[in-house]
């Protein structure tokens, strides 16, 4: 009969053995792993920001729009690929110590379209970044009539027969 309580309390001893060793490894990786209560302060505002500044580019007006296109500032610059107005107005509503690249995707594909100095050759001119990046989104409606061969999005879209295209703006601080 002794032997029978030997075995129960071996195995009580195991469970807590066990139990501790589980408990020490998370706190250890818990330990380990890199805080980011910080950046969020930061990301939170420079997204709204982006997000702000975005929203009012695509609600913005051009002043003298051809019969036909679009009025929107921001529609109107990617359709005519106008990267130095896009950046000049884009600098009036971001922070100018932040950096950015400016993509364009239609949901399937994500196209590098420029970068916050206005160059477009994405082999050198992705800006590289630093932590944390923050990305802003707008949603814009493009008439796959307006991407002619002049445009930059044509060769990535042609095939595209939808008008819907998310403009992404990454951003970090310098």
């Not at 051809?66 to 009025?71: A, H, M, N």
């Not at 993509?103 to 239609?106: K, L, W």
């Given at each position: 009969m002794r032997k029978n309580n030997d075995n129960g309390q071996m195995m009580v001893l195991e469970?807590?053995?066990f139990a501790s060793s589980i408990i020490l490894s998370i706190v250890f990786l818990y330990q380990l792993s890199p805080s980011s209560v910080v950046s969020n302060i930061?990301?939170?505002?420079?997204?709204?920001?982006?997000?702000?500044?975005?929203?009012?580019m695509y609600?913005?007006?051009?002043v003298s729009p051809?019969?036909?296109?679009?009025?929107s500032k921001l529609v109107h610059y990617i359709i005519n690929n106008e990267y130095g107005s896009f950046?000049?107005?884009i600098r009036n509503l971001i922070p100018s110590s932040v950096l950015y690249n400016i993509?364009?995707?239609?949901g399937l594909q994500n196209v590098f379209w420029c970068n916050s100095f206005g160059e477009n050759d994405e082999d050198v001119d992705i800006l590289i970044h630093s932590d944390p990046v923050v990305i802003a989104h707008c949603l814009v409606p493009i008439d796959p009539a307006f991407i002619t061969d002049s445009c930059d999005l044509h060769d990535h879209f042609e095939n595209y027969e939808d008008c819907m295209y998310e403009i992404r703006l990454q951003m970090w601080y310098i």
């Open positions: 469970t807590i053995f930061y990301t939170t505002d420079l997204k709204s920001i982006g997000d702000d500044a975005l929203h009012n609600n913005d007006e051009i051809q019969l036909g296109y679009p009025s950046v000049s107005d993509y364009i995707s239609n």
